[in-house]
């Protein structure tokens, strides 16, 4: 799975959100970052590249604070501009057919307010139909929006697990799958084994594994008495 | 009523659709016409300016193609930094409560693929929901939009009823009713007759304004009846 993060907003070094999300993704396998503004400073986005880039990767993410219920206007220019016709849609533009597209949204009022009610009135899926509708355009699948509602009232316990869910966003197959967030799990402390050297060490994260894969032996076994 | 149409289209000169709209309401009393990529060219806004010039108008229109199911990037842009905080919304921000907002969009699409099973999957009220939640936060009555499908393919005679539709969506009150409807069409007739000067025209006029009043009189007899 190769990953490409689509950000978009103007004051990116002022945002606590977006610079916690950029450390999540440094260095991730398979996981690509760019960050609009800082690639086009004057706003003239190189059409051509932009979507030679896309041939490379199979999830698409645009990340990007909710601005009047929708993306910045950088990633509206990138849109209208990217999204050629016979390019990546129409006949012969086929660039982003079966690849996903996921959005990442940091919205800076309360998730309560989204719904009929609360202050907005509207949902997030109400909201983002244009993306829906974009994905549909260009036979992409589209993922269930990630939503960081009021980032800076997260205390640390809810931040790390922000961090945990972001990555398996952005990279795993089937996100919402509980086994495969387990599998995910196994696949972080097998490479964190590699790099202890305390004997100690090695038997706690072998200790965590086999709780895990216990449990879910136990899951699945349930799971087969259910299904009879 | 004062209205301001705010357009946005990055090649104006070359949309059939848009200078027929911006003919239409040239020298038209009561309306102001605004095209933001003529106005800023070099894509910086004077965000003071027009946080100055909203105050004259009471109904706001937003006009323009609509790409990828929204506005174009230079009018999002013009959203993102003209509404701010304690100036358009938020604590002392009511530049804009109790103002209408309007939606014109010019759809190259065809009307029957907006709906489930329809190659847009998705209805213009459903795509448009940034803006109603847009005029919400900000006090406004949000308009039902007028749309254009597909202006390329309109004959003259449906070139000449967008006009008149067009016109009463940017100047009437209450543009949805027929009562009003009836009343612009007087106010239209009034207008030409001081322009004509061949008695014959006069009376033509004369006889269309009394055959316009009888029918709204007998309207207003049978609704009568009906709320009995």
Redesign the interface.
């Known amino acids: 799975m190769q990953t490409l993060v689509i950000v978009s907003h103007p004051e990116i070094e002022a945002s606590n959100s977006q610079q916690f999300l950029k450390e999540a993704v440094a260095n991730q396998e398979g996981v690509s970052y760019h960050h609009l503004e800082s690639a086009y400073p004057d706003?003239q986005i190189d059409i051509k590249a932009e979507q030679n880039l896309l041939k490379d990767f199979d999830r698409i993410i645009f990340q990007f604070p909710f601005?009047?219920?929708?993306?910045?206007?950088?990633l509206?220019?990138w849109?209208?501009e990217v999204?050629e016709e016979g390019v990546t849609f129409g006949t012969g533009g086929n660039l982003l057919e079966g690849k996903d597209l996921g959005l990442v949204l940091v919205i800076g009022v309360a998730e309560k307010e989204y719904q009929v009610g609360g202050r907005?009135?509207?949902t997030i899926s109400?909201?983002t139909?244009?993306y829906?509708?974009?994905a549909?355009?260009l036979g992409m699948t589209f993922l269930t929006p990630l939503s960081i509602f009021q980032f800076y009232y997260l205390s640390d316990k809810e931040q790390k697990i922000l961090l945990v869910d972001y990555l398996q966003y952005l990279t795993l197959k089937d996100f919402s799958s509980l086994h495969s967030r387990a599998h995910w799990f196994m696949d972080q402390l097998d490479k964190l084994e590699g790099r202890v050297s305390e004997e100690a060490d090695k038997f706690s994260l072998q200790s965590i594994q086999d709780f895990i894969e216990d449990n879910q032996l136990e899951l699945d076994e349930m799971q087969l008495h259910l299904d009879k």
Chains 1, 2 share one sequence.
């Open positions: 706003g601005y009047w219920y929708s993306a910045p206007s950088m509206k220019k849109i209208d999204m907005e009135h509207f109400q909201l139909t244009p829906q509708a974009l549909n355009k």
